[in-house]
Structure formats: structure tokens, C-alpha cells
């Protein structure tokens, strides 16, 4: 409850601040907050869990506890040794979003920024890509595909 309590108040904002002066800014200043935030949370988590790794698996385990991947409704993660896919099937903002008649959100630099700075506290080495996310065209059954590898490694 608490979580959802947090990304309605996360939305609540946005949606005040794109109403007052444009979806533009609103992302943008969206941006930055969860550019902080990212690494905040991975700073709390691994001193709450006492996760030490700074692998891509101990990151990703540290991400499944992120208030990002717990509100995923529908997610799928795939985790390899130098490698991991987590990929939102099923996207309850988005979904809320066309719900009020609202065009996609184009969450694409919030997300990527949030996942840099979170994947960064565990180790500067892990490379995160975006493969799709809005607003970028994805297909009915992806809303966003996020991919974590280790610089340097072929995989």
C-alpha cells in the first residue's frame, strides 16, 4: 500500500506539473528526480539486504526490491552470468494513463536515468541499454525491455 501510495503522489506531481506547464518539463524535472533517486535506493537496499556483490546478478536482485520493479504489474527477468533482461509486459502507468485518455507517457529518459544511477552504485562497469521503452513503437504484449551487461564482456 505504501508503495502505491508513493507512485500516485510520483503522478500526482507529474500530472500537476504537466498540466501547469507542458509534458516537456514535466519529464524533464521527472528525469532528474529519478536520476537521484536511482541511486539512493540502490544505496538503501544494498545496506538493508546486505548485498556486497557488484555483479549484474546482485544488482538484479537488489532491483527486484527497487520500488521501480515492485510496482511492475506483469515483469519478466532473465539473469545470466555477465548478462539480464528485465522486461515490463504489462505497464500499470500506461495503463492508467490511456484509461484517462491520456497519451503514452514517454518514460523512456526517466527509466534509463533511474536504472544508470541504480546500476552505477553497484558497479561503473554495468552497462545498461534501453531496447524499447515509450516512446519508443513497441508491440501490444512489451511495454519497455531493459538490458544489463558488464562492460567489456562479450556475451
Same mark, same amino acid.
Given at each position: 500500500?505504501?508503495? !502505491?501510495? &508513493? *507512485? ?12 501547469? @506547464?507542458?509534458?516537456?518539463?514535466? #519529464?524533464?524535472? %521527472? !528525469?532528474?528526480? *529519478? %536520476?537521484? &533517486?536511482? !541511486?539512493?535506493?540502490?544505496?538503501? @537496499? ?7 556483490? #557488484?555483479? @549484474?546478478?546482485? &544488482?538484479?536482485? $537488489? ?5 521501480? $520493479?515492485?510496482?511492475?504489474? %506483469? /515483469? ?7 548478462? $539480464? ?10 495503463? #492508467? ?13 526517466? !527509466? =534509463?536515468?533511474?536504472?544508470?544511477? =541504480? $546500476? ?8 545498461? #541499454? ?12 512489451? *511495454?519497455?525491455? *531493459?538490458? =544489463?551487461? &558488464?562492460?567489456?564482456? /562479450?556475451?
Amino acid at each position: 500500500m505504501h508503495l !502505491r501510495n &508513493m *507512485w500516485a503522489v510520483d503522478g500526482l506531481y507529474y500530472l500537476g506539473i504537466e498540466e501547469s @506547464i507542458g509534458t516537456e518539463v514535466a #519529464t524533464e524535472i %521527472d !528525469r532528474k528526480v *529519478w %536520476d537521484v &533517486m536511482g !541511486r539512493i535506493e540502490a544505496q538503501r @537496499i544494498k545496506k538493508l539486504f546486505n548485498i556486497t556483490g #557488484t555483479d @549484474i546478478k546482485s &544488482m538484479i536482485k $537488489a532491483l527486484g526490491y527497487s520500488g521501480w $520493479a515492485l510496482d511492475l504489474e %506483469d /515483469k519478466e527477468i532473465f539473469v545470466e552470468k555477465n548478462k $539480464a533482461i528485465v522486461r515490463n509486459t504489462k505497464c500499470r502507468v500506461q495503463n #492508467t494513463r490511456i484509461k484517462k485518455g491520456l497519451i503514452e507517457f514517454g518514460c523512456k529518459p526517466v !527509466r =534509463f536515468g533511474f536504472l544508470k544511477a =541504480f $546500476a552505477k552504485e553497484f558497479n561503473p562497469n554495468i552497462v545498461v #541499454t534501453c531496447n524499447v521503452c515509450p516512446p519508443d513503437n513497441h508491440p501490444e504484449d512489451l *511495454w519497455c525491455e *531493459w538490458e =544489463f551487461k &558488464m562492460k567489456g564482456n /562479450k556475451i
